[in-house]
């Protein structure tokens, strides 16, 4: 056997050897802190000492007694240092990443998928802070700590079909009896009492190692890199192109390049490139337009300049300018970083009267006060440093920031920019900062981008984030899912109403294009837009694909939770629901129970997402297809349910194109029967009150 043959199996096994092993009874090497990489924020001192004792005694439950002495000294000084004890000792020498399924030792092969995608959402190419196990959006974790990963890993890798995993807010509670119908894990992350669920709350509990946030990907393992939002932007950006030119009675170009579309030449200004924000650049790009993106952290403009995601980068303002006004008349599709402050960026467009003509934001506005947001006029480094030691003092002047940013973003949409929140809680804590950001009637003065785009043109007719992970590893087996995906949209658009066709032919150029705008970050995964239809056609094609051998190996299907009835969040998912109900969390709760029995292989439910800590609850699900003919049932009721659950709510809520789409859906499926909405003629309601 050759030399390198032979340590490629040695290391496979070690592999196989280290997460068979879960915590080990010795402690390993102390593991240096690496500077190269890009660490979470150090959280502020929120615990009083009695409660920073009880955080050391909740981390020492997962070591014997005689690690105890060593390791509470140990954990004391990550608590102060950083506000969290993440256990950098016991991370995994093994390189992070995902490996074809069967190099994991299982003896479940859907406990094995699910290892797949654990693994790529801890990924340093896939990860923002890989080190302290967050995914994305600055606090999205996997898990709390390391000891919780190799545990988990452990349990997967022993695991029957006849055991279920539970995890609670990345602690793996252990394996319980089931039957191989039931989901191999069920996640919940945050799920705290009402009343427990502001954000002083989270710091709290988190820091004493009782709950986490899970964002809305990350903790169920379904994050598949930048991919989804690109995707997501993509599809809202050449919405919103459209929406610009009927506004503007202009008529939309179909422009060049794969995706036709109104955006030449024009320019589309907006903030983050870290985590899922880091997408806006490439999403500018595809779509036509002109993306201008300010990032505060040296390292994350540049991971997205290195990765080829971002094109240009500069720090000098004059600069920028010169090169946005060439960009412009030449009609190019170009992304442009500025390594700096929004709020400098905004103030500049408006001084040298620079149009503008779209505008939102992506800086992680969930978590304004540890990370998520950066105070103008302050260095990025001081920053970090006055948000661990004048926590008061930091907020003061983010909350500063904001009013600054608003007056900017407000005199430019004076001048014809259309600006839309795109579900970061920008709104929210503008308002909440005194910003002139609302109406009259108290009203938020821009609208979320579900409001005016994705809601009625997407979520309303049952269309949103489905995706899928190869989980052999192999491009050929992706390049085989595309086509499979691309065959299925063009059938099913040659029969379907005009409603739907813009959607149909979006998401067709979309994963024509996919392989030649390089999407991939980490595991072979793809996404695409579809409604139920769509999605279990997929499903059903790729499960045959893999019963016939095309395919090499099982494929995981998931979604964003970012979708048409995962999520119950009212400043985005919900924003278009009008009934007064968008501030309930029923659908997203039956969205999660409804699928962990119609057959989905995992299941989670989150506390926050996109928009913060108690204010939303999402649902998610991960379901392996392995080619059999039990999984071609169980996609169809799981994928069924996962959809319609949120047109059956949204069409209650008398959204009309929601109406169409149950509508449709009846016709269908005839076991499906939905209570429909009386509409109510404005009239009668005259003089009641």
């Given at each position: 056997?050759?030399?390198?043959?032979?340590?490629?199996?040695?290391?496979?096994?070690?592999?196989?050897?280290?997460?068979?092993?879960?915590?080990?009874?010795?402690?390993?090497?102390?593991?240096?802190?690496?500077?190269?990489?890009?660490?979470?924020?150090?959280?502020?001192?929120?615990?009083?000492?009695?409660?920073?004792?009880?955080?050391?005694?909740?981390?020492?439950?997962?070591?014997?007694?005689?690690?105890?002495?060593?390791?509470?000294?140990?954990?004391?000084?990550?608590?102060?240092?950083?506000?969290?004890?993440?256990?950098?000792?016991?991370?995994?020498?093994?390189?992070?990443?995902?490996?074809?399924?069967?190099?994991?030792?299982?003896?479940?092969?859907?406990?094995?998928?699910?290892?797949?995608?654990?693994?790529?959402?801890?990924?340093?190419?896939?990860?923002?802070?890989?080190?302290?196990?967050?995914?994305?959006?600055?606090?999205?974790?996997?898990?709390?700590?390391?000891?919780?990963?190799?545990?988990?890993?452990?349990?997967?890798?022993?695991?029957?079909?006849?055991?279920?995993?539970?995890?609670?807010?990345?602690?793996?509670?252990?394996?319980?009896?089931?039957?191989?119908?039931?989901?191999?894990?069920?996640?919940?992350?945050?799920?705290?009492?009402?009343?427990?669920?502001?954000?002083?709350?989270?710091e709290r509990f988190n820091a004493l190692g009782v709950t986490q946030y899970g964002q809305m990907t990350a903790g169920s393992f379904m994050y598949i890199g930048p991919q989804g939002i690109v995707h997501g932007t993509t599809i809202t950006l050449l919405n919103a192109g459209r929406m610009l030119a009927q506004a503007?009675?202009?008529?939309?170009?179909?422009?060049?390049?794969?995706?036709?579309?109104?955006?030449?030449?024009?320019?589309?200004?907006?903030?983050?490139?870290?985590?899922?924000?880091?997408?806006?650049?490439?999403?500018?790009?595809?779509?036509?337009?002109?993306?201008?993106?300010?990032?505060?952290?040296?390292?994350?403009?540049?991971?997205?300049?290195?990765?080829?995601?971002?094109?240009?980068?500069?720090?000098?303002?004059?600069?920028?300018?010169?090169?946005?006004?060439?960009?412009?008349?030449?009609?190019?599709?170009?992304?442009?970083?500025?390594?700096?402050?929004?709020?400098?960026?905004?103030?500049?467009?408006?001084?040298?009267?620079?149009?503008?003509?779209?505008?939102?934001?992506?800086?992680?506005?969930?978590?304004?006060?540890?990370?998520?947001?950066?105070?103008?006029?302050?260095?990025?480094?001081?920053?970090?440093?006055?948000?661990?030691?004048?926590?008061?003092?930091?907020?003061?002047?983010?909350?500063?920031?904001?009013?600054?940013?608003?007056?900017?973003?407000?005199?430019?949409?004076?001048?014809?920019?259309?600006?839309?929140?795109?579900?970061?809680?920008?709104?929210?804590?503008?308002?909440?900062?005194?910003?002139?950001?609302?109406?009259?009637?108290?009203?938020?003065?821009?609208?979320?981008?579900?409001?005016?785009?994705?809601?009625?043109?997407?979520?309303?007719?049952?269309?949103?984030?489905?995706?899928?992970?190869?989980?052999?590893?192999?491009?050929?087996?992706?390049?085989?899912?595309?086509?499979?995906?691309?065959?299925?949209?063009?059938?099913?658009?040659?029969?379907?109403?005009?409603?739907?066709?813009?959607?149909?032919?979006?998401?067709?150029?979309?994963?024509?294009?996919?392989?030649?705008?390089?999407?991939?970050?980490?595991?072979?995964?793809?996404?695409?837009?579809?409604?139920?239809?769509?999605?279990?056609?997929?499903?059903?094609?790729?499960?045959?694909?893999?019963?016939?051998?095309?395919?090499?190996?099982?494929?995981?299907?998931?979604?964003?939770?970012?979708?048409?009835?995962?999520?119950?969040?009212?400043?985005?998912?919900?924003?278009?629901?009008?009934?007064?109900?968008?501030?309930?969390?029923?659908?997203?709760?039956?969205?999660?129970?409804?699928?962990?029995?119609?057959?989905?292989?995992?299941?989670?439910?989150?506390?926050?997402?996109?928009?913060?800590?108690?204010?939303?609850?999402?649902?998610?699900?991960?379901?392996?297809?392995?080619?059999?003919?039990?999984?071609?049932?169980?996609?169809?009721?799981?994928?069924?349910?996962?959809?319609?659950?949120?047109?059956?709510?949204?069409?209650?809520?008398?959204?009309?194109?929601?109406?169409?789409?149950?509508?449709?859906?009846?016709?269908?499926?005839?076991?499906?029967?939905?209570?429909?909405?009386?509409?109510?003629?404005?009239?009668?309601?005259?003089?009641?009150?």
């Amino acid at each position: 056997m050759p030399k390198k043959t032979q340590v490629r199996q040695s290391l496979k096994q070690e592999f196989k050897a280290s997460i068979l092993s879960g915590i080990p009874n010795r402690l390993p090497p102390a593991q240096r802190y690496d500077d190269s990489m890009n660490h979470a924020p150090r959280r502020k001192d929120i615990l009083k000492p009695d409660e920073k004792k009880l955080a050391v005694r909740n981390a020492l439950r997962y070591f014997p007694e005689k690690l105890h002495s060593a390791l509470s000294k140990e954990f004391a000084e990550e608590l102060k240092l950083y506000g969290r004890i993440y256990m950098y000792r016991f991370r995994p020498t093994y390189e992070m990443r995902a490996r074809p399924i069967h190099e994991y030792p299982h003896r479940s092969k859907q406990a094995a998928a699910i290892m797949v995608m654990l693994q790529n959402n801890l990924d340093p190419d896939v990860a923002q802070h890989p080190h302290e196990l967050i995914t994305y959006g600055g606090n999205g974790a996997v898990f709390q700590n390391w000891a919780q990963y190799l545990l988990t890993m452990q349990y997967l890798a022993t695991m029957t079909d006849q055991q279920t995993l539970v995890l609670y807010s990345g602690h793996p509670l252990g394996l319980f009896p089931s039957h191989p119908e039931a989901p191999r894990v069920v996640v919940t992350n945050g799920m705290m009492i009402p009343n427990y669920s502001k954000q002083d709350d989270w710091e709290r509990f988190n820091a004493l190692g009782v709950t986490q946030y899970g964002q809305m990907t990350a903790g169920s393992f379904m994050y598949i890199g930048p991919q989804g939002i690109v995707h997501g932007t993509t599809i809202t950006l050449l919405n919103a192109g459209r929406m610009l030119a009927q506004a503007r009675t202009e008529t939309p170009s179909k422009g060049t390049g794969t995706i036709p579309n109104g955006l030449a030449g024009k320019v589309f200004v907006t903030a983050g490139l870290g985590g899922m924000s880091g997408a806006q650049a490439k999403a500018a790009v595809i779509a036509g337009a002109i993306g201008v993106i300010a990032e505060v952290n040296p390292k994350a403009i540049a991971t997205r300049h290195s990765q080829g995601w971002l094109d240009e980068v500069f720090t000098d303002l004059g600069d920028l300018i010169k090169r946005i006004e060439v960009a412009r008349l030449k009609k190019e599709a170009v992304s442009l970083g500025y390594q700096g402050n929004i709020v400098d960026l905004w103030e500049k467009l408006v001084s040298e009267n620079i149009q503008v003509d779209l505008g939102s934001d992506q800086t992680s506005l969930h978590n304004p006060w540890a990370g998520g947001y950066y105070p103008v006029g302050i260095a990025f480094e001081t920053s970090k440093k006055m948000m661990a030691n004048n926590p008061d003092g930091f907020k003061q002047e983010v909350k500063k920031s904001l009013v600054r940013q608003v007056n900017a973003i407000n005199q430019m949409t004076a001048r014809g920019t259309y600006f839309f929140d795109y579900g970061n809680a920008f709104m929210l804590e503008a308002s909440r900062a005194g910003a002139a950001i609302l109406k009259p009637d108290g009203e938020f003065k821009y609208p979320s981008y579900v409001q005016d785009i994705l809601g009625p043109l997407c979520f309303d007719y049952g269309f949103g984030p489905f995706r899928w992970v190869c989980t052999s590893g192999k491009e050929s087996d992706l390049s085989l899912t595309d086509e499979i995906a691309a065959k299925v949209l063009e059938k099913l658009k040659k029969k379907a109403p005009k409603e739907i066709q813009q959607q149909l032919s979006d998401n067709l150029r979309w994963i024509r294009a996919a392989a030649e705008n390089q999407m991939v970050v980490g595991s072979k995964a793809r996404i695409l837009y579809a409604d139920a239809e769509g999605r279990i056609e997929i499903a059903k094609a790729f499960n045959a694909a893999i019963r016939k051998k095309k395919l090499s190996a099982p494929v995981v299907l998931g979604r964003d939770h970012h979708d048409v009835s995962g999520t119950d969040s009212p400043y985005r998912e919900t924003s278009n629901i009008y009934d007064g109900s968008k501030f309930t969390a029923d659908m997203a709760v039956q969205n999660f129970v409804g699928d962990a029995f119609r057959g989905a292989t995992w299941v989670s439910l989150h506390n926050g997402g996109g928009v913060g800590w108690g204010e939303v609850i999402n649902g998610g699900f991960g379901l392996v297809l392995d080619g059999s003919k039990d999984c071609d049932r169980r996609l169809k009721s799981m994928l069924f349910w996962d959809v319609n659950n949120g047109i059956a709510r949204r069409s209650w809520a008398r959204n009309s194109e929601a109406i169409f789409t149950a509508k449709r859906a009846m016709k269908m499926e005839p076991s499906l029967s939905l209570t429909m909405p009386n509409l109510v003629k404005d009239g009668v309601l005259e003089g009641l009150f």
